[in-house]
Nanobody
Framework: QVQLVESGGGLVQAGGSMRLSCAAS????????MAWFRQALGKEREFAAA????????YYADSVKGRFTISRDNAKNTVYLQMNSLKPEDTAVYYC????????????????????WGQGTQVTVSS
């Protein structure tokens, strides 16, 4: 049974930084794509970043490109989202997601393409 557990959320001032963690367990994730999505109050869940675990290739939404970095620690089976230059519009519940890679794709940007989800962690950016 795959489990994804997020941590690291909280309150930060605009311009600040925060790192989210997603501890993954239940299987080997070498052939998985890991991703971070976010959902602001009253809005639909949106893609933020994805990482092909084995290849280490990352893909970002335009809204976070240059400010967020997704990475993984193989030894800890953990995926991170380093968020810098945070803006009030980054305020959302952030979710970790995972799916087994299919074909030649290294990332997926639609939430329906992901099979496993964490419980989410709240990030609030004050102005």
């Amino acid at each position: 049974q795959v489990q994804l557990v997020e941590s690291g959320g909280g309150l930060v001032q605009a311009g600040g930084s925060m790192r989210l963690s997603c501890a993954a367990s239940g299987r080997t994730f070498n052939n998985y794509v890991m991703a971070w999505f976010r959902q602001a109050l009253g809005k639909e869940r949106e893609f933020a970043a994805a990482l092909s675990w084995s290849a280490g290739l990352a893909y970002y939404a335009d809204s976070v490109k240059g400010r967020f970095t997704i990475s993984r620690d193989n030894a800890k089976n953990t995926v991170y989202l380093q968020m810098n230059s945070l803006k009030p519009e980054d305020t959302a519940v952030y979710y970790c997601a995972a799916v087994s890679r299919m074909g030649g794709r290294y990332y997926y940007t639609s939430d329906f393409e992901y099979e496993y989800w964490g419980q989410g962690t709240q990030v609030t950016v004050s102005s």
